[in-house]
């Protein structure tokens, strides 16, 4: 997942034009940056995209309901609406609740 995101990272900053090139480029760049992190901030990252992806998932939990839904509100404000609310339960999860979300999308909890 980590080196994933360095990759990502990698082809959104690159200039090189030819697609095989860039993607080849940032393949090796991502490896070389993954293994010159410490183990510390491998941690961080994962934690960071960990929290990012538990987050999604509770946005496309309400989404596919009618919370926040209010009848002259617009999709705009509910969108709103429903990234704070799920930002703010995040915040709330215990950690029980974390390690089974994260069980759910067959993902691993690391602890702080």
């Given amino acids: 997942m980590v080196l994933d995101y ?23 760049e991502a490896k070389m940056k993954y293994e010159s992190l410490s183990t510390k901030e491998r941690i961080e990252i994962y934690s960071q ?29 509910r969108e709103i609406r429903i990234n704070e609310y799920a930002q703010n339960q ?8 974390k390690i089974a979300i994260c069980e759910k999308l067959e993902l691993r909890y690391l602890s702080n």
Avoid: F
Avoid at 7 to 17: D, F
Avoid at 90 to 97: F, N, P, Q, T, V
């Fill in 6 to 28: 360095l990759y990502q990272e990698c082809v959104v900053a690159s200039q090189v034009p030819s697609e095989v090139l860039k993607r080849t480029g940032c393949m090796l």
């Fill in 90 to 97: 995040y915040r709330l999860l215990s950690k029980a609740e």
């Fill in 49 to 77: 995209l960990l929290e990012e992806e538990i987050i999604n998932y509770l946005i496309k939990n309400v989404n596919n309901s009618l919370v926040l839904d209010w009848v002259n509100g617009s999709p705009e404000k």
